[in-house]
Antibody
Framework: EVQLVESGGGLVQPGRSLRLSCTAS????????MSWVRQAPGKGLEWVGLIRNKVYGGTTEYAASVKGRFTISRDDSKSIAYLQMNSLKTEDTAVYYCTRGGGYNYGDYWGQGTLVTVSS | DIQMTQSPSAMSASIGDRVTITCRAS??????LAWFQQKPGKVPKRLIYASSSLQSGVPSRFSGSGSGTEFTLTISSLQPEDFATYYCLQHNSYPYTFGQGTKLEIK
């Protein structure tokens, strides 16, 4: 059974950093791209970014709203994807979901989400 | 960036109704379009991928169509469990973009 479990959320002050983790199981993690999507309270879904698998260079793509502040990485030996969030702003407050896949696999599995609250 | 415009943004319908939600892309995206359903407090669930392919386990009353810039999600006969918010997503080019959502409520 495919499972994605996010962790690392919490309350953080503006300007500080936080790292989220997405621990995967039930599939060959290294074969898939991994992605992050967020949802601010009462708002719609916002795509954050993606990391390709090593076959495609493990390269990353980001939304303009987070580019330069957020970094996605992966550790295939541990089946974990990370979202490093720096210079956090109040508008980054959201539930952060990790999702599996690139191409037509995109979004077939989602984690349960982890809440990040940026507030002083 | 590709803009995805969903319509309507909200609608009310009755059990048994046929419902259609539209998503328009600001430029062509081939068939790199997925539809998701989200119920309050729950994780989004993929219903349709590649514009018209039904996700395994999703009831056949859900269907998708379209290519290029115009796409539709159709629910052939609304059931009580279908009242939710629906989102389209284009994954043809980066950054990927979601539609703003369509909230489907009970009439």
């Amino acid at each position: 059974e495919v499972q994605l479990v996010e962790s690392g959320g919490g309350l953080v002050q503006p300007g500080r950093s936080l790292r989220l983790s997405c621990t995967a199981s039930g599939f060959t993690f290294g074969d898939y791209a991994m992605s992050w999507v967020r949802q601010a309270p009462g708002k719609g879904l916002e795509w954050v970014g993606l990391i390709r698998n090593k076959v495609y260079g493990g390269t990353t793509e980001y939304a303009a709203s987070v580019k330069g502040r957020f970094t996605i990485s992966r550790d295939d030996s541990k089946s974990i994807a990370y979202l490093q969030m720096n210079s956090l702003k109040t508008e980054d407050t959201a539930v952060y979901y990790c999702t599996r896949g690139g191409g037509y696999n995109y979004g077939d599995y989602w984690g349960q989400g982890t809440l990040v609250t940026v507030s002083s | 960036d590709i803009q995805m415009t969903q319509s309507p943004s909200a609608m009310s319908a009755s059990i048994g109704d046929r419902v259609t939600i539209t998503c328009r892309a600001s430029q062509g995206i081939s068939n790199y379009l997925a539809w998701f359903q989200q119920k309050p407090g729950k994780v989004p669930k993929r219903l349709i991928y590649a514009s018209s392919s039904l996700q395994s386990g999703v009831p056949s009353r859900f269907s998708g169509s379209g290519s290029g810039t115009e796409f539709t999600l159709t629910i052939s006969s609304l059931q009580p469990e279908d009242f939710a918010t629906y989102y389209c997503l284009q994954h043809n080019s980066y950054p990927y973009t979601f539609g703003q959502g369509t909230k489907l409520e009970i009439k």
